[in-house]
């Protein structure tokens, strides 16, 4: 995880999504470290280490846009965490539009059930919860699925039974 916290912030920083605003880059395990990172990059760029004799990476942040900006508009976050705590800071930092359904089910020994339970006692709006299971990756990915309101209660109400 602490890689997804290192590239997100260079690529915030290298100017990345100002050269490619189009591209939309998805950061597992609800961004990484980058919700608790995000004052400090903000306030580098802010400062743009200006009066540093010997900056961190050698030279000034090259992002137009304040490092906030970027998690509104390219960067997205999974909800594959343990804890509703991080859930709640990924969708402060992005936006509840800009987190999308995740789990390690399988690999880890960590069920479905309990990832929608997290979303489910951090997002009491069914509109929002609707986004983060589905909705968000249908639009993102391009994944041509139907809001018929018959099929999601369905599938969901199946996950909780399992």
């Given at each position: 995880m602490l890689g997804a916290d290192v590239n997100g912030a260079r690529m915030i920083g290298s100017g990345v999504f100002d050269r490619h605003p189009?591209?939309?880059?998805l950061i597992v395990h609800m961004g990484g470290g980058l919700?608790?990172?995000?004052?400090?990059?903000?306030?580098?760029?802010h400062l743009n280490y200006n009066g540093?004799?010997?900056p961190p990476a050698g030279r000034p942040y090259t992002n137009k846009r304040s490092p906030?900006?970027?998690?509104?508009?390219?960067?997205?976050?999974?909800?594959?965490?343990?804890?509703p705590v991080g859930l709640r800071a990924a969708v402060e930092m992005c936006g509840v539009d800009r987190a999308v359904f995740g789990?390690?089910?399988?690999?880890?020994?960590y069920g479905i059930k309990e990832h929608v339970q997290i979303v489910e006692d951090v997002l009491p709006s069914p509109?929002?919860?609707?986004?983060?299971?589905w909705k968000?990756?249908?639009?993102?990915?391009?994944?041509?699925?139907y809001d018929t309101d018959l099929i999601a209660p369905a599938v969901h109400e199946s996950w909780r039974s399992a």
């Open positions: 189009k591209l939309q880059v919700a608790s990172i995000l004052g400090r990059l903000e306030f580098n760029w540093i004799r010997n906030f900006d970027y998690f509104k508009t390219n960067i997205l976050v999974d909800c594959m965490g343990f804890n789990s390690d089910y399988g690999a880890v020994p509109a929002e919860r609707q986004l983060v299971f968000t990756s249908n639009k993102i990915f391009r994944l041509g699925l």
